[in-house]
């Protein structure tokens, strides 16, 4: 090999070829994220084990399917993991990623929807994936959390914990995906975000910018000018940095599960809690790219929509009363927020 | 006026222009139906009363949205008169009307659902829509029925009502409209129609060719060879047809309401109406094209979505037992059927 065809070791490119066992390694490395998620779930639950099914996609590949249900802290709770490959990647995809164009793909990932019974335990999402086709690869996820009752004090230790995982592996992380979060979780119509966010990133290849796709902007008015650039990395890196995030959701999350489990609430609070869930269903069956695209697809039905809260609210012209803890929820928590810097007392 | 630039009278085209009041009798018609619709709404339910909401957008025109809820039989009802004019078609529509391009637009229309809270009254949609852009107008709509525990005679009746209407105008009309109300009111990610159809019909400006578009088909491999072709009709025919669509919907529904109203249930038969209304939402979150524009654009969020039952419930993996009733759902009603035809007892 002359020195001018030799890949620079220090700088991978978008042409930088994986690590043979890549794909192995990624699907290896999101099966055990499913299964850490749920055991660590399962103890936090005290009374319900999942279930799983597996099940396999005609044109290839499969998964395996976890819900979680009338337990003593979730209502309703689904973990899935699918690795699928296939002759070509849908339009919407090569849009963003030309090259993939002729190529055969393989995608594997793992995601998340837990819908708590208690209204002050927030709804929370997670969803790690990665993609090959062709001389292109990517990683892409994120994780958000939906209040319905909010405290401060669980937001702020939500995004910190989440921080400082993407600190470990490089500081600009935190500071370009919480604002692509934000953009993506985003009610147009309600202007709303989903919830108080966390990180979202989609077609990490290691390049040195940042990709943002022509769908990302919803709500980029408010936040697209926070957004940075990324050094370039390598796709051991961005492996590490997948696995790091997946693995932070516990810590991130089951603290607040536990110190609100046993919090008592009434009609109320349930009312609204239903009502609110309204607002997930929304944002998955008008905006989600994955529920659509699934939807539209030949995805497995059952498994896409387990994220669907398990029972849920309409009510026509609903407001929050003017200074009432709900309000509250709308005035201060569904708005984009310096959450990791908030003034807690 | 030479003989050779005058209009033939006997043969309206496409450049034909409708008369020069066709906006305020197009509105005062549509409005005329919801008024008739509500009192007999009201009637029907013996307890409570529409709510009205007036509204006014911003960009041009408003409306006024009628709610009904907690009632003797409606759980909640919504109908909506709306008249909007604005710049510019949206390019979805565009599409379909290339001629409309760089004209406003005048549009009006009047739409109903009701979720009645006994399960063995149907769920049942209307939608009457009037358009105006530059050297085009039509006029589109239809009317379907979502039965929970459905029954037969029921069914056929509902059908025949609206064939008989249908008939009057046009010999044509039920059989063209029809199986575009099985292809438009699809679920293809469930392989289901939404209930057991009744009629739809878009873009009738009078030409002699039935237009279907290009996002017409989701199911059509199972309908659309049955869909055949329409004379040339005037502007005030179709404005006769729309009309009479509407007024048929009293005559067409409440007899079914009445004599279920008083019909016993149980938690069973809520729990599966409460499973059923989930797809209602993914029917008009998902595939809706009123509803999606609506929302993508800016439309009235509480308006549009008036339409999204009260109380939902989503349950992963259920299938309804082989031969229960809530299986015969499935098994003949969810499918496209020759109801008027249908060897009832």
Same mark, same amino acid.
């Given at each position: 090999m002359t020195l001018s065809s030799a890949p620079n070791p220090t700088a991978p490119n978008k042409t930088a070829p994986p690590p043979a066992d890549s794909r192995e390694r990624a699907s290896a490395m999101l099966k055990q994220l499913q299964d850490n998620i749920c055991q660590g779930l399962e103890a936090l639950d005290g009374e319900a084990k999942f279930q799983e099914e597996s099940w396999e996609r005609p044109e290839g590949g499969g998964g395996r399917s976890r819900v979680i249900k009338q337990g003593g802290v979730f209502e309703q709770g689904g973990v899935n993991f699918s690795e699928v490959w296939?002759?070509?990647?849908?339009?919407?995809?090569?849009?963003?990623?030309?090259?993939?164009?002729?190529?055969?793909?393989?995608?594997?990932?793992?995601?998340?929807?837990?819908?708590?019974?208690?209204?002050?335990?927030?709804?929370?999402?997670?969803?790690?994936?990665?993609?090959?086709?062709?001389?292109?690869?990517?990683?892409? &996820?994120?994780?958000?959390?939906? *209040?319905?009752?909010?405290?401060? #004090? @669980?937001? %702020?230790?939500?995004?910190?914990?989440?921080?400082?995982?993407?600190?470990?592996?490089?500081?600009?992380?935190?500071?370009?995906?919480?604002?692509?979060?934000?953009?993506y979780f985003y009610l147009k119509?309600?202007?709303?975000?989903?919830?108080?966010?966390?990180?979202?990133?989609?077609?990490?290849?290691?390049? &040195?910018?940042?990709?943002?796709? *022509?769908?990302?902007?919803?709500? #980029? @008015?408010? %936040?697209?000018?926070?957004?940075?650039?990324?050094?370039?990395?390598?796709?051991?890196?961005?492996?590490?940095?997948?696995?790091?995030?997946?693995n932070s959701f516990l810590p991130a999350y089951v603290p607040i599960a536990e110190r609100h489990k046993n919090d008592e609430y009434g009609d109320r609070e349930r009312q609204f809690q239903l009502y609110r869930r309204g607002r997930y269903v929304e944002f998955n069956l008008v905006y989600d790219r994955g529920t659509i695209f699934g939807l539209q697809t030949n995805g497995r039905t059952e498994s896409i929509l387990m994220s669907l809260p398990p029972l849920v609210r309409w009510e026509y012209g609903y407001t929050p009363e003017p200074g009432s803890i709900e309000a509250k929820l709308y005035d201060t928590f569904l708005k984009p927020q310096d959450w990791v810097n908030w003034p807690t007392a």
């Open positions: 296939g002759d070509h990647l849908p339009p919407s995809i090569l849009v963003q990623r030309p090259e993939a164009a002729g190529h055969r793909f393989y995608a594997t990932g793992t995601s998340m929807v837990l819908h708590p019974r208690n209204p002050y335990i927030p709804t929370v999402h997670l969803n790690y994936r990665y993609f090959e086709a062709g001389p292109v690869w990517w990683f892409g &996820g994120g994780i958000d959390l939906t *209040p319905y009752y909010p405290f401060e #004090a @669980d937001v %702020v230790q939500f995004h910190r914990t989440i921080q400082e995982t993407c600190d470990r592996h490089n500081p600009a992380y935190y500071q370009v995906f919480k604002p692509w979060c934000d953009e119509h309600r202007q709303e975000t989903r919830g108080v966010g966390g990180i979202f990133f989609d077609y990490q290849d290691g390049q &040195g910018l940042l990709y943002r796709g *022509p769908d990302q902007g919803k709500g #980029a @008015d408010q %936040v697209s000018q926070s957004i940075g650039e990324l050094p370039q990395r390598s796709w051991e890196e961005l492996f590490a940095f997948s696995q790091a995030c997946g």
